[in-house]
């Protein structure tokens, strides 16, 4: 590996980076609505993946319907699982609610490979070329996508929160679920629409690496291979998960690099957000932007 990779291996790690950071949203639109860790986030890509695969190989979609399809299937996926599974749980501890999320991962993995069994499989084609000039680098058309994808994503969820009615009702219940309640939200009804909203989200997510590695079990990792981006942000900042996705998705990859040009330690790709994860746990455990919540007694 030379330095002339250097390049495109940082734009690679933009483009992964602001995937991570829409995942990283996922995980942070659920916590700053419900004080939940979704810990089966990993799962829900998962299950996007899976369900547009379905409707592109079995009902022979074009792409667009079959994405189409897949977001409108997670908005109700989404809805179910709060609604059956986690309103039940609203005011027992919280970490009945954290292994509620451990044990919906389990099921959902186990689910996945019985229905479409442990090996993984390919996206039909969907683009007409292999690779587009971006540059003068030569990038997959997917990776645009993703970007494309990534930016729409993080302007319509600023969009949301600074303007709409209920995006501001979900920062209401964010900051105090009782003073919201007594202005007339229906906290119910912000819990839904934040898993509905993460689902959908984690649904394109999981669609994109679909496309670009296929559909497997393993893409169910990316929802522990975000949650340094998570951290690094602050657990409840939406600009947070941005920052710390793009951060994460650059480390990445100069770790890749610096690994096979100097240190020669091997798997510094995977491994190198955990090390960042440990050290911002250790020198500021609230993130980068995340609120630091003082308790006094």
Same mark, same amino acid.
């Given at each position: *590996? ?20 829409? %995942? ?25 993946? /899976? ?7 079995? /009902?022979? $979609? ?17 809805? %179910? ?10 005011? +027992?501890?919280?970490?009945?609610? %954290? ?28 683009? &007409?070329? +292999? ?22 994503? *993080?302007?319509?969820?600023? /969009?949301? #929160? ?5 995006? $501001? ?54 929802? %522990?291979?975000? #949650? &340094? ?31 096979? +040009? ?10 190198? &957000? #955990? ?19 003082? +308790?006094?007694?």
């Amino acid at each position: *590996m030379s330095e002339s990779l250097l390049l495109p291996l940082l734009l690679n790690g933009l483009i992964v980076g602001a995937l991570y950071g829409v %995942i990283a949203m996922s995980f942070v639109l659920i916590f700053k609505a419900s004080q939940v860790v979704n810990f089966a986030q990993g799962e829900f890509l998962l299950v996007g993946a /899976w369900v547009c695969w379905y409707f592109l190989t079995t /009902w022979q $979609l074009p792409f667009v319907l079959g994405f189409l399809f897949t977001l409108v299937f997670m908005t109700v996926f989404g809805i %179910i699982i709060q609604v059956v599974v986690l309103r039940p749980l609203i005011g +027992e501890p919280i970490i009945s609610v %954290i292994m509620a999320t451990i044990g919906l991962g389990i099921f959902f993995q186990a689910l996945m490979k019985w229905m479409f069994g442990v090996f993984a499989q390919p996206f039909p084609p969907i683009f &007409p070329v +292999e690779r587009v000039n971006l540059l003068g680098l030569e990038v997959q058309p997917v990776y645009l996508l993703s970007l494309v994808m990534s930016g729409f994503i *993080m302007a319509a969820f600023g /969009w949301f #929160f600074a303007k709409s009615k209920y995006g $501001l009702a979900m920062r209401a219940t964010a900051f105090d679920q009782q003073v919201a309640q007594s202005l007339g939200i229906s906290i119910s009804k912000v819990f839904a629409m934040a898993w509905a909203i993460a689902a959908v989200v984690s649904g394109v997510a999981g669609v994109i690496v679909g496309v670009v590695n296929g559909v497997s079990s393993a893409l169910s990792f990316y929802g %522990i291979k975000v #949650f &340094p981006a998570v951290i690094l942000g602050g657990l409840d900042s939406i600009l947070g998960a941005i920052i710390g996705g793009l951060v994460i998705g650059v480390l990445e990859n100069l770790a890749q690099y610096l690994d096979a +040009e100097y240190l020669k330690i091997g798997n510094m790709y995977a491994i190198a &957000p #955990f090390y960042v994860l440990i050290i911002v746990l250790l020198i500021k455990p609230y993130g980068l932007f995340g609120t630091k919540n003082i +308790e006094r007694v």
